[in-house]
């Protein structure tokens, strides 16, 4: 079967689904392609390629002004044309997502947890942190502790600052001292394992015919390379932001995680190009075409120039 009736394929099994979450796909399209190019695009180019995903400019419009109203873009008018950016807190929060979805899985671990103390908030607080903390794979050991063994500081720092609570959530470190039966089976019930990981062998179902079709390097079309592209994020982003990402230590026998991560890779760079080459005839700015994409771009899944 050729690349593109693969493709297509995939595109009609995400259209035939009873909910389509316009703004979450719009969200893996900033994410994934306007952010690394500049971060601003006209409404009508979003609308074009919306279109190909079977969604309609009615959701698109009401889709993007849902994410004005919750903080992720602004709108900037230039005569009778609209044009759409990433907020401050919007590309903030794209950053730490794509530090996760683009980077390699955690390969090493000291036997060290970083543990949260919310005993010292009050519990509207308690809740927005279990919620922002928890994008982060932070799991709850009890009601006011959550924990993670492998946690991006960096991160964490800047969620805190986010939400104003440096002075008044406790940080702590805490250290294994034997990774046994009881660790693995606390850790397996706290992230709830078993979901996560149906979800990655799903994932893994759905998409390896797409890069078998791709075996021997065939011609793919700039359109079906951009349609990948982004179906490929949009689905392995709704997983990968539920995975604390646990160190190999405290995951189950035959974790579908690993081999998500190398479909994703392996396909991402393989269509990178052609979706690039596609958006540069698809999308505007008030300039003209999306700038040329970033360096930081190039360093997604370990180095784009690797494949």
Same mark, same amino acid.
């Given at each position: 079967?050729?690349?593109?009736?693969?493709?297509?394929?995939?595109?009609?099994?995400?259209?035939?689904?009873?909910?389509?979450?316009?703004?979450?796909?719009?969200?893996?399209?900033?994410?994934?392609?306007?952010?690394?190019?500049?971060?601003?695009?006209?409404?009508?180019?979003?609308?074009?390629?919306?279109?190909?995903?079977?969604?309609?400019?009615?959701?698109?419009?009401?889709?993007?002004?849902?994410?004005?109203?919750?903080?992720?873009?602004?709108?900037?008018?230039?005569?009778?044309?609209?044009?759409?950016?990433?907020?401050?807190?919007?590309?903030?929060?794209?950053?730490?997502?794509?530090?996760?979805?683009?980077?390699?899985?955690?390969?090493?671990?000291?036997?060290?947890?970083?543990?949260?103390?919310?005993?010292?908030?009050?519990?509207?607080?308690?809740?927005?942190?279990?919620?922002?903390?928890?994008?982060?794979? #932070?799991?709850?050991?009890?009601?006011?502790?959550?924990?993670?063994?492998?946690?991006?500081?960096?991160?964490?720092?800047?969620?805190?600052?986010?939400?104003?609570?440096?002075?008044?959530?406790?940080?702590?470190?805490?250290?294994?001292?034997?990774?046994?039966?009881?660790?693995?089976?606390?850790?397996?019930?706290?992230?709830?394992?078993?979901?996560?990981?149906?979800?990655?062998?799903?994932?893994?179902?759905?998409?390896?015919?797409?890069?078998?079709?791709?075996?021997?390097?065939?011609?793919?079309?700039?359109?079906?390379?951009?349609?990948?592209?982004?179906?490929?994020?949009?689905?392995?982003?709704?997983?990968?932001?539920?995975?604390?990402?646990?160190?190999?230590?405290?995951?189950?026998?035959?974790?579908?995680?690993?081999?998500?991560?190398?479909?994703?890779?392996?396909?991402?760079?393989?269509?990178?190009?052609?979706?690039?080459?596609?958006?540069?005839?698809?999308?505007?700015?008030?300039?003209?075409?999306?700038?040329?994409?970033?360096?930081?771009?190039?360093?997604? #899944?370990?180095?784009?120039?690797?494949?």
């Amino acid at each position: 079967m050729s690349i593109d009736i693969t493709c297509q394929k995939l595109v009609d099994e995400f259209r035939s689904r009873p909910t389509l979450r316009t703004g979450s796909l719009i969200t893996t399209i900033f994410g994934d392609a306007i952010a690394p190019r500049g971060g601003t695009v006209w409404l009508g180019s979003l609308i074009r390629v919306m279109a190909d995903f079977g969604i309609s400019e009615r959701l698109v419009r009401t889709s993007v002004f849902r994410l004005v109203k919750d903080g992720w873009l602004r709108s900037q008018q230039i005569g009778r044309r609209s044009y759409y950016s990433l907020t401050a807190e919007g590309r903030e929060r794209f950053e730490q997502a794509t530090h996760r979805i683009y980077g390699e899985p955690v390969d090493h671990w000291d036997g060290e947890w970083c543990l949260l103390l919310l005993s010292g908030l009050g519990t509207p607080a308690k809740d927005t942190v279990r919620r922002e903390c928890g994008w982060l794979g #932070f799991g709850p050991l009890s009601a006011d502790v959550l924990a993670h063994p492998a946690p991006d500081l960096a991160e964490l720092d800047v969620t805190m600052h986010r939400l104003g609570i440096e002075d008044s959530l406790v940080v702590m470190r805490g250290q294994t001292i034997r990774c046994g039966a009881a660790m693995r089976e606390l850790t397996h019930d706290c992230w709830k394992l078993d979901e996560i990981d149906a979800r990655y062998a799903d994932f893994v179902r759905r998409f390896r015919p797409v890069l078998k079709a791709l075996a021997g390097k065939p011609q793919i079309a700039d359109k079906s390379a951009f349609l990948v592209r982004t179906l490929l994020i949009q689905e392995y982003r709704k997983v990968l932001l539920r995975d604390p990402w646990l160190p190999a230590e405290l995951l189950p026998v035959g974790w579908h995680g690993a081999a998500a991560y190398q479909l994703c890779r392996n396909l991402y760079r393989a269509v990178h190009v052609g979706a690039d080459a596609w958006l540069d005839e698809q999308m505007e700015t008030a300039d003209g075409p999306l700038p040329p994409v970033s360096r930081a771009f190039m360093r997604r #899944f370990g180095g784009l120039d690797n494949g």
